[in-house]
């Protein structure tokens, strides 16, 4: 079989060597013992279709593998998968400036894209911290959507053409740029968000946008976690907000000792938000500040600073957006859940009463794109507990923070997809005859059930 | 004890630059500008003399188009008392700059000018020693430490493979290097009181200065671009390469 993956793809493209297998067989989770059988390492469309169709001959199961920053086990091969790695398709195939599209491998970094976008005067939107690591691919196959998703929208809204490999074999060209499409079902928006579970994307044809007029970055010191969304609409009546993101006292906390970088403020507070604003004129300055002052007089607000120039705009951003990676290594047990923004400051309230008597012993780090009514509860892991036993713990107590999400009709993974870590609790988000419909459309797509087995969908080895 | 700050608006650090396509200068149209860096530090340096009780009062002054006030109100916010605009349309040159400020120290008299080791713009580093000589006073340039002391001030100097220690007596002129200090944020509420404020406006015929430029920029030119590099996929084709296309092995 490697002899004939090997004739695919050349000899240097597959390897089996312990430390690839180790490397490239898990994502950013640390949950799940990475067991791949082998890597491959494909260049182009054809020679995916061609590792499909042996796969099916074969009966091996496929798992693709992006920039491997994904939080929910999506790219982890745990039981002798082959791995298909996106790496070696990152090439830029075409760009045109009037569409004002670009066509990428699905192997481009989301970096590349950005910098790429801005030799062009152009602006790919979608960022967060991992865009240095991740791919397009693996953005589209989970809807990233990150720190702009209030201004320009998810990973989904900036796709206008896919090239995909379906578990099947078929090589599919879906919409090809246009932005008006009305002719049936559109295939793009099912791969969209489907975690390598019905085929491979191989290319993506992605939209750009004029680059955004200067932005402006606060942060704010706010006392109550349930005032946030009282801040959101006091700014967002009247400024653009491109962002809208909290955190609490004690990720700032791992933030200033994983990069030794002083405090932000002063004096401390138990939550922070940090925002960013377009200024087109002065008097967007002036109405931001009206803003402030509104939050200051209605107790929401202690203290905020601005960045006066670019890198200051960084450093803020930098409190932000080193949180995920400054508690790492206390392994996080990460939930994701989303409610409707109205819903935040009632279901937050409730979510943290649970955790509290819950999780007595345990640190929990509060953030969030709050603005889009997306919050990360990451749970850090004792040093005293096994892996083991600290994820099962943590299974129990999200039970019963998947309820409340249930009950505030929320979803249980708001951007970091499902994978092997949420799908048991799918349940609380979709219903049973959704997921019985989501099971018969793979099996459309992936008759042999090669792709991705056992992601996403509850129930499926 | 009165600190004089310069401040100068400059194209944003981090902005990427596009040359003109004629070739005259670059392109400032819709173009993020702030603080020159160094100013920042200036401005820091001055206010902490401030909070520690050496300086009574920390002027601010800028020299350009009115567009400036935004980076008084920037220095006003992070804690200068009060500023000044010398408004002109004019090209501004260092020794036109140097002039105007000079003029300025006449008014004012302070016993400390503080100024940036070179504005991030034109990268000249004259302003502050022209500034020095026409006002006919000590300079301590790229500093890195200052300690102030009875009528004089101790200045640790960057200078080229080590640091200098000097003294300068007062009034001198200093310009800031990059480790003076680590410019604070501007907090929302200081911006509020900064708007009470109160700013100057001169221009420099008040002041009797003539600020005609003398050097004239015949081209400007991008640097010349980086070659996109490749990946190889093997060590035998790396060595290949470097042999036969870089000629760096044989
Ligand atoms: C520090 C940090 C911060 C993050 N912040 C955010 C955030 O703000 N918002 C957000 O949405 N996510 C965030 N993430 C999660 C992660 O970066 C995103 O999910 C990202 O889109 C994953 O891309 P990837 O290329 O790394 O995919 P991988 O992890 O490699 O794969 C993710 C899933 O996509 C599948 N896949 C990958 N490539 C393909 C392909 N070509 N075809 C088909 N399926 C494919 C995989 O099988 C897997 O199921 C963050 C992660 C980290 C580590």
Redesign the pocket.
Known sequence: MLAQLREIVGHHNVTTEASDLEHFGQ??TRFFKPAPMAIIFPKNTEQVVQIVKLANQQKLAL?????????SG??VAERGELVVS?DKMNQVLSFDETDRTVTVQ??VITANLQTLAMSKGLYYPVD???SG???I??????N????KVLRYGL?RDWVAGLTVVTGAGEHLQLNQGLVKNATGYDLRHLFIG???TL????EATIRLTRSPPTLKVVLLAVPAMTDTISILRTFDDRVDLSAFEFFSDQALDHVIRHNSIPLPFAVRASYYVLLEYEVKATPDDVAALDAFESCVTAGWVVDGIVGESEQQNRSLWKYRESI??SITRHMPYKNDVAVRVSQVPGFLAQVQEKVESAYPEFEIIWFG?IGDGNLHLNILKPESWSAVAFKKECELVSEQIMSIVAAYQGSVSA???V?LLKKEQLHFSRSPEEIEIMVRLKDVFDPNGIM?PG?LLPGIS | MKVLVAAKRVVDYNVNIRVLSDNTGVDLNNVKMSLNPFDEIAIEEAVRLREAGTAEEVIVVSVGTSACQEQIRTALALGADRGILVETDEDMQPLAIAKVLKAIVDKEQPSLVIAGKQAIDGDNSQTGQMLAALAGLGQATFASQLVMGDGEATVTREVDGGAETITVKLPAILTTDLRLNEPRYASLPNIMKAKKKPIDVYTPEDLGVDVTPRVKTLKVEPPASRKAGIIVESVEELVDKLRNEAKVIS
């Open positions: 994502d950013w798992v693709p593998s992006g920039g491997r920053t994904g939080l999506g790219a996106f699905a192997g967060f911290a991992s690591s991740s791919q691919g693996g953005n589209i196959a989970t990233a959507g990150g720190i990973s489907s975690e390598g085929g491979l994307i191989t995920s990676e794109h951007e970091h997809g994978g991705n992601k």
